[in-house]
Structures are given as C-alpha cells and as structure tokens.
C-alpha cells in the first residue's frame, strides 16, 4: 500500500510534486510524459500566439473608438477590460513557460 505520509518512499525513482510522481528515472519510465509535456507546451505556445493576436486587435479597436468622440464609452471600458483579462492569461502562460528562477 502507498503511503501518501512518506511519498518518498513510494517514488524512490520520481521526483515528487504533492502526492504525485513529476518525473521518472527509471530506464523507459518517464518517456510518455515528456512527449505529454512537449505537447502541452506547443498547445500552450500556439494559445499564446493566439492570444497575443487578439491583445492587439483589441488594442487598435479600442485606439480607433478612443479616436471618435461620439463612440459608446461603455463598449470601450468592455473592451479595455477584456483587454486586461487577455493579458493576465497571456502572463499565466508565460510563467508557464518560463518559470522564474532564482539564482
């Protein structure tokens, strides 16, 4: 039985993160996760690319409604704000991707 009291001992080839293995050491053990991490970074890059395009579509829509003095203020401030939520998850990705590592 697995203790989840002592995960070292039940992973004594894995590193551990909580309760669950990251990373097998064992020869042929680990080989589906790294193909999983390579796909999931390039799902995270392209939704990055995407996500960064629409940033910028917005940025000009928001640029040209701010240009015209007759435009709906209350559309803008949706906008901006869909702007903001864009750019928190493009930084969650990001970090993701390159996580931040104190020397």
Do not use: W, Y
């Amino acid at each position: 039985m697995i203790s989840l009291i002592e995960p070292a001992r039940a992973f004594a080839c894995c590193q551990i993160t909580g309760n669950r293995p990251k990373r097998c050491n064992r020869p042929g053990g680990g080989g589906r996760a790294k193909r999983m991490e390579r796909r999931d970074e390039r799902e995270l890059r392209e939704e990055l690319v995407n996500l960064r395009s629409e940033h910028r579509k917005l940025d000009c829509e928001i640029v040209a409604l701010e240009g015209n003095p007759s435009a709906d203020q209350l559309l803008v401030k949706r906008l901006k704000k869909k702007k903001l939520v864009l750019k928190d998850r493009i930084t969650q990705i990001e970090d993701k991707l390159l996580p931040d590592i104190i020397a």
